[in-house]
């Protein structure tokens, strides 16, 4: 079964108790079993983790070049401050999404830069935790597209030039 680890970065445990007014009043733990359910229904297993180090995060994205094949990641603060999170995922290669609950591009400058988007698929931004699910069904999207491609590069190549 296809895995995909989503990561939350620091201080996202406290959503739904703090900062409402920009994040939201529903809880993490909330947002995360919007995710498994939907996971559920796609027929994709998400393994969900939340971490205040930039360390535990940079090891839990090194560790999902084996048995992983995406991941979701809202690095929180550091999204604009981390190199190694960005190295990391670049070193893993796997199809990353960055989700945002709040549009950081609307946000104080120093938000607007982030260091993922440049090896990230994709970036959401601004919709609330509904990012997080649509990253889902976008990652998901993108590895069914990418096996389909892969199974049938090949041959079609093959039928293309015996039909010249
Ligand atoms: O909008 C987002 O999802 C952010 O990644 C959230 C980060 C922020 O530093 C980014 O610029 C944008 C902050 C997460 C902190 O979450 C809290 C939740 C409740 C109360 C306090 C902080």
Redesign the pocket.
């Known amino acids: 079964m296809r895995r995909i680890l989503v990561l939350h970065?620091?201080?996202?445990n406290?959503?739904?108790?703090?900062?409402q007014s920009?994040?939201g009043s529903q809880s993490l733990d909330s947002i995360d079993s919007a995710l498994i359910k939907l996971a559920q229904d796609l027929g994709v297993e998400v393994d969900v983790r939340q971490s205040n180090s930039e360390g535990e995060l940079v090891n839990w994205i090194q560790e999902s070049g084996t048995g992983y094949q995406g991941i979701i990641i809202?690095?929180?603060?550091y999204?604009?401050t981390s190199i190694a999170i960005r190295d990391a995922l670049a070193a893993v290669g796997l199809p990353t999404v960055e989700?945002?609950?709040?549009n950081?591009h609307q946000?104080e400058p120093f938000?607007h830069h982030s260091h993922v988007a440049g090896v990230a698929l994709g970036q959401i931004?601004g919709l609330g935790p509904t990012g997080y699910l649509l990253a889902l069904r976008g990652l998901h999207d993108h590895l069914s597209a990418q096996k389909k491609f892969k199974k049938s590069s090949p041959g079609s190549r093959r039928q293309k030039s015996a039909s010249r």
């Open positions: 970065g620091p201080n996202l406290l959503l739904g108790t703090r900062e920009v994040y809202n690095p929180a603060a999204t604009h989700v945002h609950l709040s950081i946000r938000r931004s």
